[in-house]
């Protein structure tokens, strides 16, 4: 079975830093462009951030540039999203999915979301 797991969320004052990791199981991650994806309580699911599958195009929505970093590591089903200098309004729980293809590194069409971790920050 198909199943993409995030973790690496956590409780964070303004300022700090987090790495989430988006693992896959089932299927390999170094095959398809990944995406990051948020949503805080009453609002909608946005992008974040996105990767290609060759992982030469990155796409960060204007909200996180400068801050959020999005790497990849192949042949360990693994997908980063490095957050620095973290704001309240970034919490929310991040979710990644498996793109069915990417242009430009903007994520298209995802699939498979993961179940999400939160990503808290406070003072």
């Known amino acids: 079975q198909s199943q993409l797991v995030e973790s690496g969320g956590g409780l964070v004052q303004p300022g700090g830093s987090l790495r989430l990791s988006c693992v896959a199981s089932?299927?390999?991650?170094?095959?398809?462009?990944i995406g990051w994806f948020r949503q805080a309580p009453g609002k909608e699911r946005e992008a974040v951030s996105s990767?290609?599958?060759?992982?030469?195009?990155?796409n960060y929505a204007d909200s996180v540039k400068g801050r959020f970093t999005i790497s990849r590591e192949y042949g360990k089903n693994t997908v980063y999203l490095h957050m620095n200098s973290l704001k309240p309004e970034d919490t929310a729980i991040y979710y990644c999915?498996?793109?069915?293809?990417?242009?430009?590194?903007?994520?298209?069409?995802?699939?498979?979301w993961g179940q999400g971790t939160q990503v808290t920050v406070s003072p």
């Open positions: 990767i290609s599958r060759g992982g030469g195009d990155t």
């Open positions: 999915s498996r793109c069915t293809s990417t242009y430009g590194g903007v994520c298209i069409e995802p699939r498979d």
């Open positions: 089932g299927f390999s991650l170094d095959y398809y462009g």
